[in-house]
């Protein structure tokens, strides 16, 4: 039987880039994109669709006989914290929603993103291993946690085949990202290109592990393209790119833009970064379903500022 994919969150980082990704898998026909609003000029299927409101949700599953949801929609790290309580229900509501009419539709797969943001300050910094201790600092960090639970406990409880990986940040020309603390990574780029002078709102030295958006794709599909009996952790799978600070992609911007301008004036972004791990070891990735990043940092500013610089300036 073909597959029918729901994605939540279409119009977000991610989203934008996985629809077109999952369309050229799956077929055209058989993606449904849906988000809060109609942002995009979507070839596809678009329901305009609010995840909180669980009747909506039942209603498009049903009206497209959906048999995979990827639920991509959150508030992030950083624009969580601005209210706490409010974020907490809005993520959680909308990963019950995507739970409850998973199981109850008994749907073959469901997608949900964690983060690193689910390790806090006793987690080992370094090559931070999958059962790590997980303490989040933020909210979204907590909700990410606790949904890696409920992610585990409906397969257990009701053999609901939900698959789940932690993301580093996300690197990519494509799309924009919206309230993370590793949106930096992707706007210092916008600036370079446009040659602006860029004010990061982290401190140079601070390490974080990345991963550019081909290589996040990549991992996703092919996660969800796995054997199920491949899959052994049920809650998150660790997911490794490359780890840099922003001095590091300063420096390797500087062989394509020499004059670039960069100021840093930290913010309580820096806080929540200092309390995530430097580097994430994602050997259960590789070996349980052949996962191997393709792109280092020197790739990954070569691809940026290549890409940037068609849509910049198309004609150059
Ligand atoms: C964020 O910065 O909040 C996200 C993430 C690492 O999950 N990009």
Redesign the pocket.
């Given at each position: 039987m073909k597959a029918k994919v729901l994605v939540i969150g279409a119009n977000g980082q991610l989203g934008t880039v996985l629809v077109k990704e999952l369309q050229h898998h799956h077929g055209l026909d058989n993606v449904v994109a849906t988000d809060i609003k109609k942002a995009h000029n979507f070839k596809e299927t678009f329901e305009v669709l609010d995840a909180t409101n669980r009747i909506g949700l039942t209603e498009v599953v049903t009206k497209y006989g959906i048999t995979q949801i990827y639920h991509l929609a959150a508030i992030?790290?950083?624009k969580g914290e601005e209210n706490p309580l409010g974020t907490w229900d809005l993520n959680m509501r909308m990963l019950f929603n995507v739970l409850e009419v998973a199981r109850i539709h008994e749907l073959d797969k469901v997608f949900f993103p964690s983060?690193?943001?689910v390790f806090g300050e006793d987690a080992p910094w370094v090559n931070t291993p999958n059962n790590a201790f997980l303490n989040p600092a933020t909210v979204?960090g907590m909700s990410?946690a606790a949904g890696e639970q409920w992610a585990q406990y409906y397969f257990i409880r009701y053999g609901l085949d939900v698959r789940s990986l932690r993301?580093?940040?996300?690197i990519g020309y494509q799309s924009l990202?919206g309230?993370?603390?590793?949106?930096y990574a992707v706007d210092i780029f916008h600036k370079a290109v446009l040659e602006e002078e860029f004010v990061c709102f982290l401190n140079e030295d601070t390490t974080l592990p990345m991963i550019f958006m081909d290589d996040a794709i990549r991992a996703t599909m092919e996660l969800m393209e796995a054997p199920k009996e491949n899959i052994k952790i049920r809650t998150a799978y660790n997911l490794a790119g490359s780890s840099f600070s922003p001095e590091d992609i300063v420096a390797e911007i500087r062989n394509y833009y020499p004059e670039f301008k960069v100021k840093y004036e930290p913010d309580f972004r820096q806080d929540i970064a200092a309390r995530?791990p430097k580097s994430i070891n994602d050997v259960e990735a590789s070996l349980d379903w052949g996962w191997k990043p393709e792109y280092d940092l020197e790739r990954i500013v070569r691809t940026m500022v290549q890409k940037l610089k068609e849509q910049y300036i198309p004609h150059e």
């Open positions: 992030l790290s950083a983060s690193i943001a979204y990410k993301y580093p940040g996300v990202p309230g993370g603390t590793t949106d995530w």
